[in-house]
């Protein structure tokens, strides 16, 4: 069964080095023209443009209407009247955007769930700031993974925060009373990225309105390590690029980074489980980007010898593509115990999504993914004085995890029917 027209991204007989593609992007986006100013026929440079777009170690400058409109409003609105607008649906509640910042809102019905959500991934948050000198030191090629972090929460019946003014500022089909909390907004991919995802996995005929959709700015990108797309899937056109599922040999046919991303993925899992004590259950991971700032962040600008110019806390046209964890709902707590391991630990890797490498659809990059954690375990447990019994856990866990993949592969459903009396 052949695969759409529109997946055709082989680079053909006349491929160019990768350093003579992007150094030919470079010439477009250094314009500031972005992937419009691509001619049509030159796919190698849209291709390699797509690679450094979705590289976690470039930054992006980026001409979007999003970018600019975010870059307006940061220095135009008024912080207390700008509308919020919905951008997406988390695993407990709808996600708006504050036009001009970098922070979101994060609004549902269940008190528990949100509350839940809003303490672990500020746990997560801070297990990663903690880790962040030393995991960096142990793994300086790569990037380290980010959670967001939350600021404020409000129950429903907070009267100072649910205002009449505060309400008309939600779309009017969002207008209830209900836990919230403010939360770093991940931004979306940069443009260029969007775009040629478009142009490889849409419709032809739907390119053009895709391109339009203000609901596609709001990509996220899902890495699914763990999955390749099946032969329907490889037959079909996607419709929309919020939660973007990117799939292992899409990744490989784009000739995008995959083993950094499993590497980093890696490192954030060991954050998970032995800096944060988090199982990780659910848990998302995604490509998304933040605004770049002027120096690091919490630093002000201090260089009293530089001429008087304009400084801008944040520049939402030059962004930086992470990988995110975020979405903690139905994550629990962990204890170092060789039972949270088997029942908390095991469950919440194989029921996730298949974000994470496994051995039945790649081994080589089941190798690297489990090389990477046991590494950026010991780093972490090390630091954190554990016992020789507490550092066989993170082997034990992997251990644990082909016993079950084996199991459940070896499980015949036919064999074990058992029918009532």
């Not at 055709?8 to 007989?13: P, T």
């Not at 779309?171 to 990225?193: G, M, T």
């Not at 599922?245 to 590497?263: C, F, G, I, K, Q």
């Not at 304009?310 to 115990?337: C, G, P, Q, Y």
């Amino acid at each position: 069964m052949s695969a759409p027209a529109s997946r055709n991204i082989s680079s053909g007989s006349n491929a160019m080095t990768l350093s003579e593609g992007i150094s030919r992007a470079l010439q477009y986006t250094s314009l500031g023209e972005g992937t419009d100013a691509i001619p049509e026929e030159d796919d190698e440079i849209a291709s390699q443009l797509l690679k450094r777009a979705l590289s976690t170690k470039s930054v992006i400058s980026t001409t979007s209407s999003f970018a600019s409109r975010m870059q307006h409003a940061a220095s135009k609105s008024s912080p207390n009247s700008t509308k919020f607008r919905n951008i997406g649906l988390g695993s407990c509640g709808s996600v708006f955007e504050i036009p001009g910042t970098q922070i979101a809102l994060k609004k549902g019905s269940s008190l528990d769930s949100l509350w839940i959500d809003f303490c672990l991934t500020n746990t997560v948050h801070n297990a990663i700031l903690d880790m962040a000198m030393v995991l960096q030191k142990a793994f300086p090629n790569s990037v380290i993974p980010r959670t967001p972090l939350c600021y404020e929460f409000y129950v429903a019946d907070d009267c100072d925060f649910w205002t009449e003014e505060m309400l008309a500022r939600f779309p009017s089909s969002h207008r209830e009373k209900q836990p919230i909390f403010q939360v770093d907004r991940i931004l979306p991919v940069p443009k260029p990225a969007r775009d040629k995802l478009i142009e490889y996995y849409f419709d032809d005929d739907m390119v053009a309105t895709a391109k339009q959709d203000p609901d596609n700015k709001d990509c996220l990108i899902r890495l699914y390590l763990g999955e390749r797309e099946s032969v329907q899937q490889q037959d079909s056109y996607y419709d929309t690029l919020r939660n973007f599922p990117l799939r292992l040999n899409m990744m490989e046919n784009l000739d995008l980074e995959v083993v950094e991303y499993a590497t980093q993925m890696a490192i954030g899992l060991a954050t998970l489980h032995w800096q944060a004590r988090v199982d990780g259950m659910d848990v998302e991971f995604v490509l998304g980007s933040s605004a770049t700032r002027g120096l690091e962040k919490h630093r002000g600008f201090t260089d009293a010898s530089a001429k008087p110019h304009s400084v801008k806390a944040i520049n939402f046209k030059r962004r930086r593509l992470h990988l995110w964890m975020f979405d903690f709902d139905k994550a629990t707590k962990i204890e170092w115990t060789e039972e949270d391991v088997k029942k908390k630990l095991v469950p919440a890797f194989l029921g996730n999504d298949p974000y994470y490498p496994l051995p039945q659809v790649d081994e080589e990059l089941w190798d690297d993914f489990c090389a990477t954690y046991l590494k950026a375990s010991r780093v972490i447990l090390l630091e954190g004085k554990a016992t020789k019994k507490v550092m066989g856990l993170p082997r034990l866990f992997l251990d644990e995890v082909l016993r079950v993949t084996k199991e459940n592969e070896d499980w015949d459903e036919e064999e074990n029917i058992v029918f009532s009396e």
